[in-house]
């Protein structure tokens, strides 16, 4: 069971890490999370706005000393000044992550009461802005413990809902606070609050304590509620709680590995050849691993070929002329300026180019990244919806003929950062003519030197922008092969645990009775 053996690797890996005990702050775009944070901190650091605005996952805890600390994906990190934090965790100022921030660490003495837990702030999910919903998502089997918060003027959505069910399963600490609420009156707010618990208690057989909460109608009783009832208990039992977790998401396992058994027992309980009837009725072939394997590879190689194309038309056809006509300009201008003899000329000259060529190269680069990642990112929501579908055919196929759900791991395909490319610069000259600066009188030939310069130039942009081409293409193909074998090894562990558990021989049925005996104790009915 591949996918139940990946996501236990990942609980391992959370179980080492006792430092801290992460509480994440999940929530719809425009929920308030920041602006809680905020106000619960008595701190102004986390930006906030009209629009959506974090990013980037931002994790607050103590130290004796304020600083930030801006972790990369090349796992390169750097201190920064707590004033420069929205140059990094802001849309505006990061969009689409193109500074490649991994997480953020902001580090403040005036939260040692929280110690050792950490607040931990997510983008909003469900704005336009999907790579921010990607980035909460990917961190989702991270909870330890969670806070939703709940817009009280838009109380309970279906989205809230679906959120709320994916931290239970990750974590049995999960708060859920009412934001905005001075945006409703006294009488309407009992009401939203009826009503939510109510909604909760049904979904879940929960009745969850809400936190009804405003930044600008914050009372020291409200803020005081949030101390005693989440962070007080987390803190003195951080241990505890972190094993707790540890069970908890263990549990959830278990009921996906039994999951798997009973599909198992069901098939078991068929004629030999009623099974493989069944076996043949469930992976169809549009499910055949062989047809699934082709259309990936169809996809993958779609967007390969189509890789060098789009940036050609970005960099070549939208940019060239412009920036030859810029820099020709720019020549003209120094050019003048420059004086000696053909060798210092020329020096002048290399250094000039090569400054301007590398910024002006890096700022076109800079200006299309959005553009240029948005290749990779399009393969990536292909392949996850074509996953989705894979997924959603063949639990109908299980649904129908058994009547059993079928247990999926994690299909959520993530996208390596993309890298750019160093810039570089050629000689000005193919031979040494340059060294021969005696020969060459400069008050005659300087008009036809200055020429040669202004002839190099769409040479040097052709040239810079066909590697830059060049080089975007093979990491870009890179990150698509990463990807496409992603698609096809999570295809290849699903019909291969469900191969195992459809064929095993009838003498394992007592093996598979046994396994289903020792898990299910262990499952707790309630999160």
Known sequence: ????????????????????????????????????????????????????????????????????????????KQTIGIDRLSEFISEKENPENIKEVSVVDVFLPQVKSLHPVRLVDTPGLGSIFTHNTDVTRNWLGKIKAAIVVISAVQPLSENDVALLKEALQQSPKVYVLLSKTDLVGNEELQQIEGF????????????FKLFPYSIHRATPTLRQSVYDNIFSPLSSASESVQQEVYLH????????????????????RQKE?????????????????????????????????????????????????????ALSTDLSKQFDTWEGNLAKVTQQYEKWIRATMISTIKQVELTEWDTIASHPDEARKHFNSYLKNFRERLNRNIK????????????????????????????????????????????????????????????????????????????????????????????????????????????????????????????????
Request: proline residues 4%; neutral net charge; hydrophobic residues 40%.
């Open 249 to 268: 998401k263990l549990n959830f396992l278990a009921q996906k590995t039994i999951g798997y058994l009973k599909i198992s027992l069901t098939m078991l």
């Open 196 to 207: 939510v618990k109510e909604k909760l208690h049904k979904t879940f057989n929960i009745d």
């Open 273 to 325: 050849e009623d099974r493989k009837k069944l076996e043949m009725q469930i992976v169809d072939e549009t499910l055949n691993l062989k047809y699934l394997k082709q259309e990936l590879l169809q996809i993958g190689n779609s967007y390969k070929e189509d890789t060098r194309v789009f940036l050609k038309k970005l960099f070549l056809e939208k940019h060239t002329r412009q920036l030859t006509e």
């Open 1 to 76: 069971m591949d996918s139940v053996l990946n996501q236990l690797e990942e609980i391992n890996l959370a179980h080492k890490e006792h430092d801290y005990l992460d509480v994440l702050v999940l929530g719809q775009f425009k929920s308030g999370k920041s602006s809680f944070i905020n106000n619960l901190l008595n701190i102004n650091h986390l930006p906030t706005g009209v629009l959506p605005v974090t990013a980037i996952i931002t994790r607050i805890c103590y130290a004796p000393e304020p600083k930030a600390v801006v972790s990369h994906f090349d796992n390169s």
């Open 400 to 527: 129908k003929i058994l009547n059993i759900d079928m247990p999926f791991g994690d299909i959520e395909i993530k996208a390596a950062p993309l890298q750019s490319p160093p810039i570089h610069i050629s000689r000005t000259f193919d031979s040494h003519i340059d060294m021969l600066w005696f020969l060459v009188p400069m008050p005659v030939f300087r008009k036809a030197v200055k020429n040669h310069f202004l002839n190099e130039i769409p040479h040097e942009i052709e040239k810079n922008s066909y590697r830059l081409i060049a080089q975007l293409t093979d990491n870009i193909n890179r990150i698509i092969n990463e990807m496409q074998q992603h698609a096809i090894n999570y295809v290849s562990h699903e019909l291969k645990s469900l191969s195992v558990a459809i064929t095993k021989h009838r003498q394992d049925e007592n093996e598979i009775r046994q396994m289903i005996a020792t898990l299910e104790p262990e499952i707790k009915t309630k999160p």
